[in-house]
Structure formats: structure tokens, C-alpha cells
């Protein structure tokens, strides 16, 4: 089969370049924080026009490494929301939607005439707020 054969392929170029297609694919993303620590040393150097065109690259090289950023972050969130529909919900409820992400998790303890009635596990979503038993 084709893929078999792309699959063997990719594993004997990974094999002799000591390096995965997922390392490959990474590696741009992972170089920005040196362009831009690049850009900052050429900019303080330069002078006249060219310190402008630096400058602009180097806030163009922040721009992309914060909407990176953003971009790794609310895929993590999108991730976590998966994640618990699979676990809490063995995927019979379906959690996952276009607008839904992971917020934050903390706990929520009920008090009632200064007693401890209870706590729970919280998940909050952009969406709706969930809560299971402490185990």
C-alpha cells in the first residue's frame, strides 16, 4: 500500500537525518525567539534607513512569536476539552464544539453556616462551567 510505503520513507529519512518529520516541522517556530533576539542586535547597530526596516522586522518576528503563542495556547485549551469528553464522558456527550476551550480548573467548596459541605472539581469552559466529586 502507498502509505506503507510513504510511512518507510519518512522513518529511513528520519533514521539518517537523526531527525523527525514532527522536529522538521517544528523547528521554524521554535527559531523565532533567535530571529528575534538577531533583529534586536542589527537594529541597535544600524543606522538611517536600515534601522527602520529592522526595527519593522523586529516587531513583525514579536507579532508572529505572540500570535504563535496565542495560537499554542488555545490549541492546548481545545486539546484539554477533548480530552475531557473522552475521560469523564467516554464520548457519549458530546463536549466539542467550534467555540468551546478549556479555561482554567479549580475547586469549589460549598460553605454553609461556616461548614465545609462539600467540594468539587471544577472545569471552566468559554462556554458553560462543569464540576465532578473529589475522588
Same mark, same amino acid.
Given at each position: 500500500?502507498?502509505?506503507?510505503?510513504?510511512?518507510?520513507?519518512?522513518?529511513?529519512?528520519?533514521?539518517?537525518?537523526?531527525?523527525?518529520?514532527?522536529?522538521?516541522?517544528?523547528?521554524?517556530?521554535?527559531? *523565532?525567539?533567535?530571529?528575534?533576539?538577531?533583529?534586536?542586535?542589527?537594529?541597535?547597530?544600524?543606522?538611517?534607513?536600515?534601522?527602520?526596516?529592522?526595527?519593522?522586522?523586529?516587531?513583525?518576528?514579536?507579532?508572529?512569536?505572540?500570535? *504563535?503563542?496565542?495560537?499554542?495556547?488555545?490549541?492546548?485549551?481545545?486539546?484539554?476539552?477533548?480530552?475531557?469528553?473522552e475521560v469523564m464522558f467516554d464520548n457519549r *456527550?458530546?463536549?466539542?464544539?467550534?467555540?468551546?476551550?478549556?479555561?482554567?480548573?479549580? *475547586?469549589?467548596?460549598?460553605?454553609?453556616?461556616?461548614?465545609?459541605?462539600?467540594?468539587?472539581?471544577?472545569?471552566?469552559?468559554?462556554?458553560?462551567?462543569?464540576?465532578?466529586?473529589?475522588?
Amino acid at each position: 500500500d502507498s502509505f506503507g510505503a510513504l510511512d518507510r520513507f519518512l522513518k529511513f529519512e528520519e533514521d539518517l537525518m537523526g531527525e523527525t518529520v514532527e522536529d522538521l516541522r517544528e523547528a521554524p517556530v521554535h527559531r *523565532i525567539p533567535e530571529y528575534v533576539s538577531l533583529f534586536e542586535e542589527f537594529s541597535n547597530k544600524a543606522q538611517g534607513s536600515d534601522a527602520a526596516s529592522l526595527k519593522e522586522a523586529l516587531q513583525s518576528m514579536r507579532d508572529m512569536g505572540n500570535y *504563535i503563542n496565542q495560537s499554542i495556547q488555545h490549541m492546548e485549551a481545545r486539546q484539554r476539552v477533548v480530552t475531557l469528553q473522552e475521560v469523564m464522558f467516554d464520548n457519549r *456527550i458530546d463536549l466539542v464544539t467550534p467555540d468551546r476551550y478549556w479555561v482554567k480548573e479549580g *475547586i469549589l467548596t460549598k460553605d454553609y453556616n461556616k461548614q465545609k459541605l462539600f467540594h468539587k472539581r471544577n472545569d471552566y469552559f468559554s462556554s458553560f462551567f462543569g464540576y465532578d466529586s473529589l475522588r
